[in-house]
């Protein structure tokens, strides 16, 4: 099955450094990839996805990067500020016996220092 | 406000006890899922629902049992047969078909004392 890692699992940046949390996935077939946020005592949120047929994505502060021959893919966040302290979640579609669901990795929390 | 509702929000209970958690969406989703977080281990995949009255083994499944009787609502049953049942419990939504955004609850924290 598909297998996701995340690294590295902790990060701590200076406010107003960049943050980049990197993704490995093992499926090929995986055409799908998000990331969402977590923050504690709270459901995850989707900040920002890419799909296979494309290498980059942007919205505002924070890009996803994808490489499908590498089978990684990265969430960059520029200019941190406080509030973007939180688990991160990287996944990857899995296509299961006619149904689609997303494998997550283990998470990385992020920790920007003011 | 459309979302999805997750009860109870914090829960307590003896070993050897059966509990429900409850799931609620009135976002119209077809697809309704159950994950479970544990600290450092991501979120691992119970059970889900593509459709009323359907549902399919996730990656974690044993000592689990779920319903999908309407389509607004996925009931998860921690049974006594699940030998480590302390965990976050996420309830999630999506559209089937393409996999897309999966809209998550505020989860429910479950304690076996």
């Known amino acids: 099955g598909e297998n996701v890692e995340q690294h590295p699992s902790t990060l701590s940046v200076q406010e107003g450094d960049s943050a980049v949390i990197k993704c490995t996935y093992s499926?090929?077939?995986?055409?799908?990839f998000p990331w969402y946020k977590q923050e504690l005592g709270k459901g995850p949120q989707l900040i920002i996805d890419i799909r296979s047929n494309v290498g980059e994505k942007k919205d505002q502060r924070i890009a996803v990067t994808l490489n499908k021959t590498a089978k990684h893919f990265s969430l960059h966040i520029t200019e941190t500020q406080p509030e973007d302290s939180a688990v991160y979640f990287c996944?990857?579609?899995?296509?299961?016996?006619?149904?689609?669901?997303?494998?997550f990795g283990k998470g990385n929390q992020v920790v920007v220092i003011p | 406000d459309g979302g999805i509702t997750q009860s109870p929000k914090y829960l307590f209970r003896k070993e050897g006890q059966n509990v429900t958690l409850s799931c609620e969406q009135n976002l119209n989703h077809d697809a309704m899922y159950w994950y479970r977080q544990d600290p450092g281990q991501g979120l691992r995949l119970i059970y889900y629902s593509q459709i009323v009255n359907d549902f399919q083994k996730g990656d974690i499944a044993e000592g689990y049992s779920v319903s999908r009787e309407k389509k607004e609502s996925f009931p998860l049953t921690v049974t006594s047969a699940q030998k480590n049942p302390t965990a976050f419990y996420l309830c999630?939504?999506?559209?089937?078909?393409?996999?897309?955004?999966?809209?998550f609850g505020e989860g429910s924290r479950l304690t076996v004392l």
């Open positions: 499926d090929s077939a995986s055409n799908y």
């Open positions: 999630a939504s999506s559209m089937p078909g393409v996999t897309g955004e999966l809209f």
């Open positions: 996944a990857a579609s899995i296509w299961d016996y006619g149904n689609n669901r997303l494998a």
